[in-house]
């Protein structure tokens, strides 16, 4: 289809209590910039139940204009009612590009409406730029594991579509004295239509739930920790910062933590402030899932390990003598 | 239960090395793998046919001949016929293109082997992590689909998933036809016997070339002409330099100069 806008919309997932996830809001920042370039509006779309929360999210954080779907039938995600819901709004109002997400429910949906919409999507992108040339978005992602990077463009559909990681950007400064006009669609969709049925929400053993991907602090662990045990040490100094544990694949392997603590291509793709990597060698699929971390800070016997290429803070050591020091250290810091 | 799973022959990107002073992928001598995440896919398939072996699996691989190899060794461990799509037609293809010729295929096959009641593909190739092909193909096909399925068994004319979500997972019902993308489960996926390799080595992997499909597909539509995505340019990531070192006497030594160094930047 053509575009009928050169607008530039933000899907802004939101979580089951209508509040919005942070990558939404997170990539409102590029697609202000984007927008002006284009010479565009910035739209936030949002689709759920109860979503006045992401509304005023969205509006403080720079959307010109809001788009809102809601409806009992988009309580939970769903693959149909919200295809639906997203490519019923751009067939009427045309954007010409169009950011996701990259988050589960993101990259389900995604491909699902660039398909239904015959045009391309770009997963998974860490930068997006304006093609100064011919206008289009340049969307750039890792392929190959993390070893190579390439840009993407797609001239002659529209409108362009990419997922982004969650953490790549970060959120601007709310100002909650703006305001957006806010457009309610009425769009809804026969329960026929949504051939998946929500059975069971099975949340993490044991009450536990890893915000990896929403994390400012992460605090892994690897085969260097030997042990289960010496996840105590990680945790420890995890919760000191405010922050998460994460795990590299031959933890995880070893059945020393659960699958959701594992970072890297098998795992979860993270962007925190800060990275913290115990003991972890840094094999490519470890630092494909962490590199776009702002600061890392590696922590690892063998001087040679791969881990400290991508390291701002480089600490050749035993993690056992190191870390138990560093936690004092920090402990006296916010005594 | 008739079942296809979808396999693509991947580089193994462990083995892949950046040339150092070309600062390109060196491809050469990386040996070429069963896609992991499509090799799990089987998997899950696998533990359907333990359930109830009256059922038939099927793998559909899109790729150049040399990537029946890939499917030999799925054929190994719980595959029973393989289809190879091949052709230079087919080639450059982006996720879209590479669906709708995959969907196209899928129909294809359908004609003589019959209705699939589950699709299943790996959440993502490890080369190109799109983890777009999956729910395109459902789309092209019009099934629903489950993405990121760590379990998955069969009850009535249902399938149903474990499918990990952002902070946990849920569990998942669709009616059959459906398909399904599978990403790492708890468990490996089972070794090939010598039995099994012997008896995979002597099965015939039927083609499926671009002619075969010439009726139903719109040649608009594939190949690199046919890709609404262009890849402009690729580079290799840029490695931080510039790192700062610390290697003390003592592990207390080196805590209390990166805590020196962590305070004085404000990281902490």
Not at chain 1, 126 to 149: C, H, K, Q, Y
Not at chain 1, 150 to 160: G, N, V
Not at chain 2, 49 to 71: F, R, V
Request: proline share 5%; with cysteine; glycine share 10%.
């Amino acid at each position: 289809m053509d575009a009928k806008t050169k607008d530039l919309w933000v899907f802004i997932e939101t979580n089951e209590d209508g509040s919005p996830k942070n990558v939404g809001i997170e990539l409102l920042s590029p697609g202000r910039e984007l927008a002006d370039k284009q010479g565009g509006q910035l739209i936030g779309v949002i689709v759920g139940s109860n979503v006045d929360a992401s509304v005023k999210a969205a509006t403080a954080h720079g959307a010109d204009k809001i788009f809102v779907v809601e409806g009992k039938e988009y309580e939970h995600y769903s693959t149909d009612a919200y295809t639906h819901a997203l490519c019923t709004l751009v067939e009427k109002y045309g954007p010409t590009s169009i950011l996701i997400g990259a988050t589960n429910n993101g990259r389900d949906l995604g491909p699902r409406v660039a398909c239904r919409l015959n045009t391309g999507l770009t997963a998974d992108c860490t930068s997006l730029a304006i093609d100064e040339e011919t206008g289009n978005v340049a969307w750039t992602r890792p392929a190959f594991g993390g070893n190579l990077m390439a840009t993407i463009m797609c001239p002659d559909h529209r409108p362009q579509i990419g997922t982004v990681r969650p953490g790549v950007f970060k959120k601007c400064e709310a100002d909650e004295a703006r305001s957006a006009e806010v457009v309610k669609e009425d769009i809804h969709v026969a329960p026929d239509m949504i051939r998946t049925e929500l059975i069971e929400v099975i949340k993490e053993t044991a009450g536990e739930i890893v915000d990896l991907e929403g994390a400012e602090v992460i605090v892994s662990g690897g085969r260097g920790l030997g042990s289960p045990e010496g996840f105590k040490l990680i945790k420890e100094l995890a919760d000191l910062l405010g922050g998460v544990v994460g795990a590299s694949r031959a933890a995880v392997d070893s059945g020393w933590i659960g699958h959701s603590h594992q970072v890297g291509q098998t795992g979860k793709t993270v962007g925190p402030k800060l990275y913290i990597a115990c003991g972890i060698s840094g094999a490519i699929q470890h630092v494909a899932g962490m590199s776009s971390s702002n600061t890392i800070i590696a922590i690892n016997k063998d001087e040679t390990a791969p881990i400290f290429n991508v390291a701002d803070y480089g600490v050749v050591g035993d993690l056992f003598e190191v870390l138990p020091v560093l936690i004092a250290e920090i402990k006296k810091l916010k005594a | 239960m008739n079942i296809l799973v979808c396999v693509k022959q991947v580089p193994d990107t462990t083995e892949i090395k950046i040339d150092p002073v070309k600062k390109t992928l060196i491809r050469d001598g990386v040996p070429s793998i069963v896609n992991p995440f499509d090799a799990y896919a089987l998997e899950l398939a696998a533990r359907i046919k333990d359930k109830d072996p009256s059922t038939k699996i099927t793998l559909l691989c899109m790729g150049p001949p040399q990537a029946e190899a890939a499917l030999k060794e799925c054929l190994s461990v719980g595959g029973d016929v393989a289809y190879l799509c091949s052709g230079r037609e087919f080639g450059g293809s982006d996720t879209l293109a590479t669906s709708y010729i995959l969907a196209t295929a899928i129909k294809k096959i359908e004609e003589t082997d019959g209705k699939f009641d589950i699709i299943f593909c790996g959440k993502q190739a490890i080369d190109g992590d799109t983890a777009q092909v999956g729910p395109e193909i459902a789309e092209h096909l019009d099934y629903p689909q489950i993405t990121y399925a760590v379990e998955s068994y069969v009850e009535g004319d249902l399938v149903k998933v474990k499918r990990e979500t952002d902070d946990g997972f849920e569990l998942i019902a669709a009616k059959m036809p459906c398909l399904v993308t599978v990403t790492k489960p708890d468990f490996d996926p089972r070794y090939p016997t010598i039995k099994s390799k012997m008896a995979a080595n002597r099965k015939e992997i039927a083609k499926i070339a671009f002619a075969d499909l010439e009726a139903t597909i719109d040649a608009t539509k594939i190949g690199l002409k046919g890709s609404p995505t262009k890849v402009k340019k690729t580079f290799t990531p840029d490695v931080k330099t510039g790192g700062v070192k610390i290697n003390e006497e003592t592990g207390a030594d080196s805590a209390k100069k990166l805590f020196a160094c962590l305070t004085a930047d404000k990281i902490i």
